[in-house]
Every structure is written in structure tokens, then in C-alpha cells.
């Protein structure tokens, strides 16, 4: 991981799904090295990152997919609840909708979009939106984006 991502991971950070998942997944072995190493890093901040429920309901079911067992799963993404947990809420989808006019996304990446803004983040990290894109003041950063080879 280079300098560049460890600053941005050093601010008020919200993180996807599947960068969760990279972490955990040694599928694809570049991304699994790299979300393991950013993840270590977020661990082991001050002031953890953000996530929502959204994200950990994601996440599991996305474990489970990966033939995770059950209770390993659940402990896996039960260590996340000690993260900024955003939980879905009705002025959250209103949020969402209005996200999903405005840049023609789809509900779901519109619902992280609201959650990363909701917890006033500087950054989203996933790989689903365009790099770069601005948000308001939040960006979507892709942590496997050529510009972080190590």
C-alpha cells in the first residue's frame, strides 16, 4: 500500500462491502493483500471507520456465498459492530432517493452513498462507484486502483 492510501485512510473513512470481503477472501490474492493490509491499517485507528447496516447485511450474506459456516460468518461481521455503525432509517432511504436521481445510480449504491454522508466522511472506499467521482463532499476512492500499487 503506498503513501497516498494511507493518508486517505488516515481521514473519516466509509467502506463497501466488498472491501470487507476482499479482506477476508484469498480468491483473488492481489486484492486479498491489499484490502488485508488497508483493513489493518482502519483496525487500528484512533476513530474507526464507518460502515452501515446495510454494508454488515451485505457482507454475511456475501460470506455465506463464499461457503463460510454460519457461526463464523456471524462472528466475522459481528467484529464490525464496534465500527461507526450506520442503521437504515426511513430519512436514510429519502436520502438515498434523492442521491439516486441526482447521479442516475442504482437504490442500493445510492443507500451506501447516503450512509457515508450521513456519517460526514471524507471518503467511500469501493470499488462499485467511478474513482475519483465526487459525492458532495465525499469521494469514492477504488483502493485497487493503479494509482495505490504499492
Not at 473513512?13 to 477476508?24: A, E, K, R, S, W
Not at 454475511?60 to 459481528?78: F, H, R, S
Request: a negative charge.
Amino acid at each position: 500500500m503506498n503513501d497516498n492510501l494511507k493518508a486517505i485512510a488516515a481521514e473519516s473513512v466509509f467502506v463497501d462491502t466488498n472491501i470487507l470481503f476482499y479482506g477476508v477472501n484469498i480468491g483473488n490474492p492481489d486484492k486479498y493483500a491489499q484490502a488485508g493490509a488497508l483493513l489493518e491499517l482502519l483496525w487500528n485507528k484512533s476513530i474507526l471507520p464507518s460502515i452501515s447496516t446495510q454494508i454488515l447485511q451485505e457482507f454475511y450474506v456475501t460470506l455465506l456465498k463464499g461457503k463460510i459456516e454460519i457461526d463464523e460468518a456471524q462472528k466475522i461481521v459481528k467484529d464490525y459492530y464496534v465500527w461507526n455503525v450506520i442503521p437504515a432509517s426511513t430519512a436514510l432511504m429519502d436520502h438515498a432517493f434523492q442521491i439516486q436521481k441526482r447521479y442516475l445510480l442504482s437504490f442500493w449504491d445510492s443507500c451506501v452513498l447516503a450512509a457515508a454522508l450521513q456519517a460526514q466522511c471524507s471518503y467511500l472506499l469501493t470499488e462499485d462507484l467511478n474513482h475519483g467521482q465526487k459525492y458532495g463532499k465525499l469521494t469514492a476512492i477504488n483502493p485497487f486502483h493503479k494509482t495505490y500499487a504499492a
